[in-house]
């Protein structure tokens, strides 16, 4: 069932900093949060002030439970919910795997039209423990600009979509790392030189976006499926590449 917003859920969609509401409720929503906004405070939020979590207590006037995070870099489906007991179902959900999450991203490089790659990661700062890590990925589109690498006279790039299985700490961009497509404008884990040919071109965010999500809504068990479309650089660099969703891709495949 395609998620639609609910007359019966109060929101201020006026206030200063306000997310766009894809879909809200009595019980849940989903925002698109924008690429440099930290979700919530934590160890890496350093001198930070502006986390979406805040911004979202005051523009629905009540507590919001968010139900997994997102990365700052990255945009987007950010699901909360607005007591305990709906937090809970869909923290259960997410324990199951019943999170349909569609990442798109940008990486360089041609790689195949589908692919798998399963590498365990660890849980980031402090936390060394491998764990298995499993991202499906396919290749929604191919194009070249006109910037040298590796002796060629182009350099190559992909529009991706990501599915990850498993949840691990920056999962998608240390994973495309491994199969040597980074993720462009990552600063942390991509390729300096190809970050540095995007932002010539005015394209300065990370390129991924998470733009699909899919859950099953915890009062009946309906499937919900939430879409946030690209927007800003993000289609400004796809543009670049003339790329536009395939119809397929924009169904979830």
Known sequence: MAATPADNAPVNEELPGSLPVLHADDC???VDKPAGLMVHDSALAADETDFAADRLRAQFGRPVFLVHRLDRATSGCLLLAFDRDTASALGRAVMAQQLDKRYLAVCRGWPEEEFTID??????PGKPQKKPAVTRFRRLACGELDEPSAGFPTSRYALLECAPVTGRFRQIRRHLKHASHHLIGDTSHGDGRHNRAFRMRGVHRMLLHAWQLGFPHPRDGRRMTVVA??????????ALFGWSLPGDAADGG
Not at 229 to 238: T, W
């Open 229 to 238: 479309p690209p927007s800003g650089e993000f289609l400004k660099a796809m």
């Open 28 to 30: 849940l929503a989903v």
């Open 119 to 124: 590498h365990p990661l660890d849980g980031g």
